[in-house]
């Protein structure tokens, strides 16, 4: 029989260094994660820890039930990391701006031909580009298919 006693701080530290790990893991994640070094090499200190942790060194059979547990725990205590930049690059502000007068003042978002005129961009390309980069860190959703139908968060 396991003594609990022993095994619970183990654990207790197991899961905040969990938690730990998946700050600098959901922070690489974003599209543009801010000194992207520094978090690579934190993820791997925090990596070596666990992998190295006393706890895996018990003989107790439960190994992959724990492990499982110390995932979901984890997570749990980790804290949302919120996707939305602190900042967003020159164009992508001005094409927010068009979006959010757009939406006053008809109801709906401009079509991206649109959006590129009222940008003074030429290639429609490069507004969708804008566009998913803008829905991937979570500024803007699309109801639909056609930008048309985004609003912002």
Same mark, same amino acid.
């Given at each position: +029989? ?13 899961? $905040?260094? %969990? ?15 801010? /000194?992207?070094?520094?978090?690579? =090499?934190?993820? %791997?200190?925090?990596?070596? $820890? &666990? ?13 992959? #039930?724990?492990?499982?547990?110390? $995932?979901?725990? @984890? /997570? ?6 919120? $996707?939305?930049? !602190?900042? &967003?690059?020159?164009?992508? !502000? ?9 939406? %006053? @003042?008809? @109801?709906?978002? &401009? ?6 005129? !009222?940008?003074? +961009?030429?290639? #429609?390309?490069?507004?969708?580009? =804008?566009?998913?980069?803008? !829905? %991937?860190?979570?500024? &803007?959703? /699309? ?7 985004? /609003?912002? #968060?």
């Amino acid at each position: +029989m396991v003594q609990l006693d022993s095994i619970v701080p183990l654990l207790q530290d197991l899961v $905040r260094l %969990q938690a730990d790990w998946y700050r600098p893991y959901d922070a690489l994640a974003c599209p543009y994660p801010a /000194r992207p070094t520094v978090l690579r =090499h934190r993820l %791997q200190v925090l990596s070596a $820890r &666990l992998c190295w942790h006393p706890y895996w060194s018990r003989q107790d059979g439960v190994v992959p #039930t724990v492990r499982e547990v110390l $995932r979901r725990r @984890g /997570r749990a205590g980790a804290a949302v990391v919120n $996707r939305r930049p !602190e900042h &967003l690059t020159v164009r992508e !502000e001005e094409i927010l701006g068009v979006i959010r007068r757009s939406i %006053q @003042g008809r @109801g709906e978002a &401009l079509s991206v031909r649109e959006l590129a005129r !009222e940008v003074g +961009m030429r290639s #429609t390309a490069s507004v969708a580009y =804008h566009l998913a980069n803008l !829905e %991937q860190r979570g500024v &803007l959703v /699309r109801d639909g298919r056609s930008w048309q139908t985004c /609003r912002l #968060t």
